[in-house]
Nanobody
Framework: QLVESGGGLVQAGGSLRLSCAAS????????IGWFRQAPGKEREPVVGIDRLGRITYYADAVAGRFTISSDSAKNTVDLQMNSLKPEDTAVYSC????????????????WGQGTQVTVSS
């Protein structure tokens, strides 16, 4: 089971740190992808990290502002989001699949419930 945390309301230019925790397992055993879905829009991939800790993709819209990392001590995969923009407003979800990441959300086996990120202008 995956559980996201860290969402909230922040002003444009601010930062948030999201965490994806794995209960009943080790998060580093899985490839983890972060996705987001804004109101009225399709879910889109944000960033992925494979089981070896290699970052496999960043969406162009977040490159240079978002950073993904794996914390074995906390058993989490974290998403540090800096220089947030109103267009980053969305529900952010983490997902897990075996071996490596995929940009297609349908390829993932396990999902968290999502956490709301709202960026005000």
């Amino acid at each position: 089971q995956l559980v996201e945390s860290g969402g909230g309301l922040v002003q444009a230019g601010g930062s948030l740190r999201l965490s994806c925790a794995a209960s009943g397992g080790t998060v580093s055993d899985w490839a983890i992808g972060w996705f987001r879905q804004a109101p009225g829009k399709e879910r889109e991939p944000v960033v992925g990290i494979d089981r070896l800790g290699r970052i496999t993709y960043y969406a162009d819209a977040v490159a240079g502002r978002f950073t993904i990392s794996s914390d074995s001590a906390k058993n989490t995969v974290d998403l540090q989001m800096n220089s947030l923009k109103p267009e980053d407003t969305a529900v952010y979800s983490c997902a897990a699949r075996a071996i490596t990441t995929h940009r297609d959300a349908g390829e993932y086996d396990y999902w968290g419930q999502g956490t709301q990120v709202t960026v005000s202008s």
